[in-house]
């Protein structure tokens, strides 16, 4: 079993739609689990971060870790075209790590106008 | 203006030859990170570096190398041990945040082997 798990996509919605995308991960050592989002040719840009389990809000994008179900979700409400890009979860060990970072392979989404 | 550059943007090299890639940072960033990513593989972590003169192999490293003389640089090296080297590569600074090394990408360099 891969440490991090994410379904590749090709994810494609209309325009205005509620997205959610989704990483498992078998490492319960995990505590920091990031977010990134890259477009075509481009590096990763990191859109935001939460520490242990709960829910972080920024904006249009909210993200969830559930760590008893080792499960993560990044939503996207009223999605726009500017959105479609891959999207990649992250993972990192115990406070004050190293700092690798353990990838998903990301999820293409396409927002259709 | 600040930020991380990877230059060039394109690299073609023939097979045998080794061939450099830069990465430069004006963050103030500690730490920097080389990955490499390919069609439905993800990211995987070829070095790292926390502090000048000092770095550790992460899992890919075979086949490259690096160094740290700056702070600001952390050149990689893909020599012709390399068995596939064609991929993007990405190199990433990172600075300790509440506990956590927030990595920042650089645009990535695409490198091609004939």
């Known amino acids: 079993q891969k440490e991090v798990e994410q379904d590749p996509g090709p994810l494609s919605v209309p325009e205005g739609a509620i997205v959610s995308l989704n990483c498992t991960y078998s490492?319960?050592?995990?505590?920091?689990f990031m977010w990134y989002r890259q477009y075509s040719r481009k590096g990763p840009e990191l859109l935001m971060y939460t520490y242990s389990s709960g829910n972080k809000e920024d904006g249009r994008f909210t993200a969830q870790v559930d760590k008893s179900s080792k499960y993560i979700s990044l939503f996207i409400r009223d999605s726009q075209p500017s959105d479609s890009a891959t999207y990649l979860c992250?993972?990192?060990?115990?406070?004050?790590?190293?700092?690798?970072?353990?990838f998903g392979k990301g999820t293409k989404l396409s927002v259709k106008p | 203006d600040g930020g991380i550059t990877q230059s060039p943007k394109y690299l073609f090299r023939k097979e045998g030859q080794n061939v450099t890639l830069s990465c430069e940072q004006n963050?103030?960033?500690?730490?920097m990170y080389w990955y490499r990513q390919d069609p439905g593989q993800g990211l995987r972590l070829i070095y790292y570096?926390?502090?000048?003169?000092?770095?550790q192999k992460g899992d890919i490293a075979e086949g490259y190398s690096v160094s740290r003389e700056k702070k600001e640089s952390f050149p990689l090296t893909v020599t012709s041990a390399q068995k596939n080297p064609t991929a993007f590569y990405l190199c990433?600074?990172?600075?300790?945040?509440?506990?956590?090394?927030?990595?920042?990408f650089g645009p990535g360099t695409r490198l091609t082997v004939t």
């Open positions: 992250a993972m990192s060990g115990s406070r004050g790590s190293q700092g690798n970072l353990i």
């Open positions: 490492n319960s050592a995990f505590q920091y």
């Open positions: 990433a600074s990172g600075r300790l945040a509440g506990g956590l090394y927030e990595q920042y």
């Open positions: 570096s926390q502090i000048v003169n000092d770095f």
């Open positions: 963050l103030n960033h500690d730490a």
